[in-house]
């Protein structure tokens, strides 16, 4: 199947989104766009843009490949995915809301209570508990796919702890720098607020008990060997607010504090980026030594905002991905205007059963993993690849789904032998507080290997300069 391309759908004729830019293109000289991607990259290895792979020795930390041909996307594209992010964002707080108080979708018998109770990202100590502003999840990032002019499918969302909103900033940092005369020429939508907004949208859902006008707003990392690290710095930095470990922090009074030159300070809210087991020795995992003792006791009583609140994790299980329109219209009356790419719970017999037999044709991923780890990609594995994840599936089915190999779309990026097509996907930032705010943009992650359909850094994938037009 041939699929989709943004910019040239037959191969010769330039979509209206890359009208303008098209222009400007055919103006440029190779030599130059070749010389500017070596810019791109010395100011990425100047800022220190990395991200680190766990399992290996050798390069551990690496720079992340960018391509200097944005991918662009009309007003009226862009306003149909907001209206169909906005719609699932809501139902998402919703679905977190009920499991944790009514269940209310579980008795309706609309998904399995199973798939809740010998969940292991389902948190018996968020039972009752109601976060500040009843908000949940405050930063999500919902990868979307393309496979037509006018098909977009939800492939996963991420409310946890999303990544990559650091790129996106330093994508167009770099766009603007290295050609500044084609932002005059093309008017795409600003995206370099966004740590202004982050920032705001945290001070609005400060806990009740809260007295300052300005709340105190802090960034908890794991420490400088995670795979994210540069982000959480740079997001502490740009918003203005301290970036702190665990060992940063003690439980004051009923209050979480920060050491300070001037002593301990209360903080209000903590956007953390430490997984949930970690989060509360007293509470989780005992050897945790990332987290804060207490602030889960804390954090029932009101006197702190967690952003991603504990337990959101559930929300990025893929067996739950799979239930999304049914939660979407559950929670909002209405059917999901973003759809889900078809999938097979590997959990149910007849599914499995079908998994197994067309494997050469499927995507396999495990409901729990993340950036690209742990998936098998039928149609590119060899058959002794398959036969091995195949015992997988057999000893641990619950642990799996799988999905159709889709056709993503592709946008060009910038060869030595000119512009050639790869797959891409999208990951834009949603903020959620009294209000929800899309960046008009996000992450688009490309496939920098021809033909290969895994867009994740992790495997090789790389980042492009997404434009949304304003118009």
Same mark, same amino acid.
């Given at each position: 199947?041939?699929?989709?391309?943004?910019?040239?759908?037959?191969?010769?004729?330039?979509?209206?989104?890359?009208?303008?830019?098209?222009?400007?293109?055919?103006?440029?000289?190779?030599?130059?766009?070749?010389?500017?991607?070596?810019?791109?990259?010395?100011?990425?290895?100047?800022?220190?843009?990395?991200?680190?792979?766990?399992?290996?020795?050798?390069?551990?930390?690496?720079?992340?490949?960018?391509?200097?041909?944005?991918?662009?996307?009309?007003?009226?594209?862009?306003?149909?995915?907001?209206? %169909?992010?906005?719609?699932?964002?809501?139902?998402?707080?919703?679905?977190?809301?009920?499991?944790?108080?009514?269940?209310?979708?579980?008795?309706?018998?609309?998904?399995?209570?199973?798939?809740?109770?010998?969940?292991?990202?389902?948190?018996?100590?968020?039972?009752?508990?109601?976060?500040?502003?009843?908000?949940?999840?405050?930063?999500?990032?919902? @990868?979307?796919?393309?496979?037509?002019?006018?098909?977009?499918?939800?492939?996963? @969302?991420?409310?946890?702890?999303?990544?990559?909103?650091?790129?996106?900033?330093?994508?167009?940092?770099?766009?603007?720098?290295?050609?500044?005369?084609?932002?005059?020429?093309?008017?795409?939508?600003?995206?370099?607020?966004?740590?202004?907004?982050?920032?705001?949208?945290?001070?609005?859902?400060?806990?009740? %008990?809260?007295?300052?006008?300005?709340?105190?707003?802090?960034?908890?990392?794991?420490?400088?060997?995670?795979?994210?690290?540069?982000?959480?710095?740079?997001?502490?930095?740009?918003?203005?607010?301290?970036?702190?470990?665990?060992?940063?922090?003690?439980?004051?009074?009923?209050?979480?504090?920060?050491?300070?030159?001037? %002593?301990?300070?209360?903080?209000?809210?903590?956007?953390?980026?430490?997984?949930?087991?970690?989060?509360?020795?007293?509470?989780?995992?005992?050897?945790?030594?990332?987290?804060?003792?207490?602030?889960?006791?804390?954090?029932?009583?009101?006197?702190?905002?967690?952003?991603?609140?504990?337990?959101?994790?559930?929300?990025?299980?893929?067996?739950?991905?799979?239930?999304?329109?049914?939660?979407?219209?559950?929670?909002?009356?209405?059917?999901?205007?973003?759809?889900?790419?078809?999938?097979?719970?590997?959990?149910?017999?007849?599914?499995?059963?079908?998994?197994?037999?067309?494997?050469?044709?499927?995507?396999?991923?495990?409901?729990?993993?993340?950036?690209?780890?742990?998936?098998?990609?039928?149609?590119?594995?060899?058959?002794?690849?398959?036969?091995?994840?195949?015992?997988?599936?057999?000893?641990?089915?619950?642990?799996?789904?799988?999905?159709?190999?889709?056709?993503?779309?592709?946008?060009?990026?910038?060869?030595?032998?000119?512009?050639?097509?790869?797959?891409?996907?999208?990951?834009?930032?949603?903020?959620?507080?009294?209000?929800?705010?899309?960046?008009?943009?996000?992450?688009?992650?490309?496939?920098?290997?021809?033909?290969?359909?895994?867009?994740?850094?992790?495997?090789?994938?790389?980042?492009?300069?997404?434009?949304?037009?304003?118009?």
């Amino acid at each position: 199947m041939t699929a989709f391309d943004e910019m040239r759908p037959d191969g010769s004729t330039v979509r209206d989104p890359y009208q303008g830019y098209d222009g400007w293109l055919q103006s440029q000289d190779k030599a130059r766009l070749t010389e500017k991607t070596g810019d791109a990259e010395r100011v990425f290895r100047k800022t220190g843009i990395t991200f680190n792979v766990y399992g290996e020795t050798e390069a551990a930390e690496r720079l992340i490949p960018f391509d200097i041909v944005p991918r662009i996307i009309s007003g009226r594209e862009w306003r149909r995915l907001t209206q %169909g992010i906005e719609q699932r964002v809501v139902a998402l707080n919703a679905f977190l809301d009920d499991i944790y108080h009514r269940q209310e979708i579980l008795r309706a018998g609309r998904i399995p209570k199973e798939l809740i109770a010998g969940n292991e990202a389902f948190l018996p100590e968020m039972i009752g508990v109601k976060p500040p502003g009843g908000v949940y999840t405050h930063i999500i990032g919902v @990868d979307i796919v393309r496979t037509g002019e006018d098909e977009f499918y939800v492939l996963e @969302d991420n409310a946890r702890t999303p990544s990559g909103v650091s790129y996106m900033l330093e994508n167009r940092e770099t766009m603007m720098q290295l050609f500044p005369e084609l932002f005059q020429q093309v008017k795409v939508r600003p995206v370099e607020n966004y740590p202004q907004l982050l920032r705001q949208s945290l001070s609005r859902v400060r806990p009740n %008990g809260c007295r300052k006008d300005v709340p105190r707003v802090a960034v908890l990392t794991p420490g400088i060997y995670n795979s994210a690290y540069f982000e959480h710095a740079f997001l502490a930095d740009q918003m203005g607010v301290e970036l702190v470990e665990g060992s940063d922090l003690r439980v004051v009074d009923g209050r979480v504090a920060m050491r300070t030159t001037e %002593g301990y300070k209360e903080i209000d809210v903590l956007y953390r980026r430490v997984d949930d087991d970690f989060l509360d020795p007293l509470t989780f995992r005992p050897d945790s030594a990332l987290g804060i003792a207490g602030i889960m006791d804390v954090y029932r009583a009101g006197n702190i905002t967690i952003a991603n609140a504990p337990g959101t994790g559930i929300s990025d299980d893929k067996a739950i991905y799979s239930y999304m329109p049914e939660i979407v219209e559950f929670y909002t009356g209405r059917k999901a205007l973003l759809g889900n790419v078809p999938t097979w719970r590997c959990s149910e017999e007849d599914s499995l059963k079908y998994v197994l037999e067309h494997l050469e044709e499927l995507v396999v991923k495990e409901v729990h993993g993340s950036g690209g780890y742990g998936m098998l990609v039928g149609p590119a594995a060899s058959k002794k690849e398959r036969e091995a994840f195949a015992a997988k599936l057999k000893a641990r089915p619950k642990n799996y789904i799988a999905q159709p190999t889709l056709s993503l779309s592709t946008c060009p990026i910038l060869t030595e032998a000119g512009l050639s097509p790869r797959h891409v996907d999208l990951r834009p930032f949603v903020l959620v507080s009294d209000k929800i705010q899309i960046v008009p943009g996000g992450l688009t992650r490309v496939a920098l290997k021809e033909g290969s359909l895994v867009v994740n850094s992790s495997q090789g994938g790389g980042t492009k300069d997404t434009w949304v037009l304003d118009d």
